[in-house]
């Protein structure tokens, strides 16, 4: 599903590359922990998965990443978003509108899809979160874990093969942690869906995932 070949990456007007001749196949329906101390690359691996390394930041970038047979290098981040979901830190930042079942339809009325697929979509992608519930609701009023429930369903709408989460329980309680975890292991597991996910802390997540990547930083080599 996703392959590295001899990926280097550095960041305009750093020194050293974040990312240094990275090699690495994660395979279809794998849930992979990349995990490290702050600042040895774990955002950035991620973000060459959906183009925003290099088309959001710039910088140079030698070396080739494929996700589903396309490249993300070459489509940027709205030519991969049919592909990968990309959930951010914050859940925040991601949203748009201000009621969660509006927030679920806006990616697909971008698309200009049939609004009764669009439906469909919304409901399925609710269903998938368990956050029916919450459809009327105005996402200012949720709490951390269903903020971000809510905003994996709004990339899930798009049915990606990939879900790419960076650090989703680092602004949450243990308990809110934990549903959101126990919702990805359950679209792994019923969707067969593909989920690599970042995170410093070891002890919250490493029950889940099928395996770890370790980027220790400072220019060591990964281990996996
Ligand atoms: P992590 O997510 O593991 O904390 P990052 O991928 O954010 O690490 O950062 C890896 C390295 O890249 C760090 O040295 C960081 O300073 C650098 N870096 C990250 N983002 C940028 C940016 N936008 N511009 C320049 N350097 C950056
Ligand atoms: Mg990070």
């Not at 919250?204 to 930083?217: E, K, S, T």
């Amino acid at each position: 599903m996703i392959r590295f070949d001899h990926l280097t990456y550095r960041y305009p007007g750093d020194d050293s590359p974040s990312l240094s001749d990275l090699s690495l196949e994660i395979e279809e329906g794998e849930f992979l922990l990349v995990m490290g101390p702050s600042g040895a690359g774990k955002s950035t691996l991620l973000r060459c998965l959906n183009g925003l390394v290099p088309h959001f930041y710039g910088g140079t970038l030698s070396g080739h990443v494929w996700v589903d047979g396309r490249e993300p290098v070459v489509l940027g981040p709205k030519g991969m978003a049919d592909v990968v979901g990309f959930v951010l830190q914050d859940p925040e930042a991601q949203f748009v509108v201000d009621q969660v079942e509006d927030e679920l339809a806006f990616a697909l009325e971008n698309q200009g899809l049939d609004p009764v697929i669009m439906r469909k979509r919304v409901e399925e992608a609710l269903d998938q979160l368990n956050i029916a519930a919450l459809r009327q609701r105005s996402v200012s009023t949720l709490s951390g874990g269903e903020r971000q429930r809510v905003a994996i369903a709004a990339v899930m709408t798009l049915q990606p093969q990939v879900l790419i989460l960076d650090e989703p329980t680092s602004q949450l309680d243990p308990q809110a942690a934990e549903e959101v975890l126990d919702t990805l292991v359950k679209l792994n597991q019923d969707l067969g869906l593909t989920i690599i996910l970042s995170e410093h802390r070891l002890e919250r997540v490493v029950q889940y995932v099928d395996r770890i990547l370790y980027l220790p930083g400072e220019g060591q080599p990964p281990l996996l």
